[in-house]
C-alpha cells in the first residue's frame, strides 16, 4: 500500500478560475492531473462542467438585455 501523502494536492485559485471560465482548460487539466492528483483533478472537472451553464445563461443575458 501507498501510505504517503500528496502535499501539493490542491488546485492554486488561478487554475480555478480559468477552468470555470475556460471549460476546455479544466477538462485538460482533469485529464492532465488525473492519477498523481485525484483532488485537484476533481476540482478542476467540476469547475471546467459549472463552466459551461454558467457561461451559456451569461452569453443569454449579454446578448438579451446588453447587446440589444
Same mark, same amino acid.
Not at 485559485?13 to 485537484?40: H, Q
Given at each position: 500500500?501507498?501510505?504517503?501523502?500528496?502535499?501539493?494536492?490542491?488546485?492554486?485559485?488561478?487554475?480555478? =478560475? *480559468?477552468?470555470?471560465?475556460?471549460?476546455?482548460? &479544466?477538462? $485538460? #487539466?482533469?485529464?492532465?492531473?488525473?492519477?498523481?492528483?485525484?483532488?485537484?483533478?476533481?476540482?478542476?472537472?467540476?469547475?471546467? =462542467? *459549472?463552466?459551461?451553464?454558467?457561461?451559456?445563461? &451569461?452569453? $443569454? #443575458?449579454?446578448?438579451?438585455?446588453?447587446?440589444?
Amino acid at each position: 500500500m501507498n501510505s504517503q501523502k500528496q502535499v501539493n494536492d490542491k488546485l492554486p485559485m488561478g487554475l480555478t =478560475i *480559468l477552468s470555470n471560465a475556460l471549460p476546455p482548460v &479544466g477538462f $485538460y #487539466l482533469y485529464y492532465r492531473f488525473g492519477k498523481a492528483f485525484p483532488k485537484k483533478a476533481r476540482t478542476a472537472l467540476i469547475n471546467g =462542467i *459549472l463552466g459551461i451553464p454558467i457561461g451559456t445563461m &451569461g452569453g $443569454y #443575458l449579454l446578448q438579451t438585455y446588453v447587446f440589444n
